[in-house]
């Protein structure tokens, strides 16, 4: 079984699964994904997928053993909710973590894909799951990596993947250092050859982030013109989105996640919610636990939900 980081204590069985109502929604789910991912199940009694889904998802919930928990919510009696969320069609679920929806699906799923739906919320929210005797050198490419030996990394992970294919970890860990090469190209190549079995796993979402993020950097405008901008007329919002890719290129993610924020406060709509969109990717793109993914998940989801 995956384990939560960070010590979480196991939760009790009779705890892992309720139904909630809207006015609960906030502190069950938002609040409550502070330690532990809640995995939610929208649902309404007219659904005859969701018949099928529900015990099945309720299932493989217990059988992870408190790693995560769910709640249930009928769709006709929490609207808002359900409009707020853009619950198109049931079931749908969603997997929040530290307040941020971190994965979902819709539609019944077989009991293999709803395991494995699972493993990635827990992963996502700093689970790991066994790597053998692999880890201390996937551990030792990723410390060249963050000390600026991409080419040297990028050996270690491909001799890594010899071994063991289907490593979504070492796998990340290859993509990433071609995007520290910037060669953006054989990064992008090399994620979409990955095995089937890892393609969602949360590793790999995070390259993919990472991908995208440094190509819109290779087009950002100068800090200093595009702030000129948006301090002239604060509603120009276009400079205040290009402000923040460009704050992101030059390395301030907590620069660029401020004006994600402020942007979606004045428009959440704005270019298709393009505000959020961004912030997610930058979220992707970033450690769970980094401080600026964790503060401004929680100030995205106090504007939500408020």
Partial sequence: MLELGGGAKPQAQDDLVKDISEAEFMAEV???????????DFWAPWCGPCKTLGPALEEAVRAAKGAVRMVKVNVDEAQMIAGQLRIQSIPTVYAF??????????????????????????????GEAPGGG??????????????????????????????????????AGLVDAHVAMEDLDQAEAILNGAPVEISKAPELEAV?????????????????????????????????????QALYAKGD???????????????????????????????EALKPNDPVVLNGRRKLSSMIFA
């Fill in 30 to 40: 938002v609040d409550g994904s502070a330690k532990v991912p809640v995995i939610v």
């Fill in 97 to 126: 973590w530290q307040g941020q929806p971190v994965d979902g699906f819709q539609g019944a799923l077989p009991g293999s894909e709803l395991k494995a739906f699972i493993d990635r919320v827990v992963a996502a929210a700093g």
């Fill in 134 to 171: 692999l880890d201390e050198a996937i551990a030792a490419a990723e410390e060249m990596l963050e000390q600026g030996a991409a080419v040297d990394a990028a050996q270690t992970f491909a001799a890594i993947l010899e071994e063991e294919p289907a490593n979504a970890r070492a796998y």
């Fill in 208 to 244: 993919h982030a990472k991908i995208e993020l440094a190509k819109q950097a290779a087009n950002a405008g100068p800090v200093a013109d595009l702030m000129a901008r948006v301090e002239a007329d604060p509603a120009d919002h276009q400079a205040r989105f290009d402000l923040a």
């Fill in 253 to 283: 993610a907590e620069g660029a996640v401020a004006q994600l924020l402020e942007l979606f406060r004045r428009d959440r709509e704005w270019n298709d919610g393009a505000a959020k969109a961004q912030l997610f990717t930058i979220f």
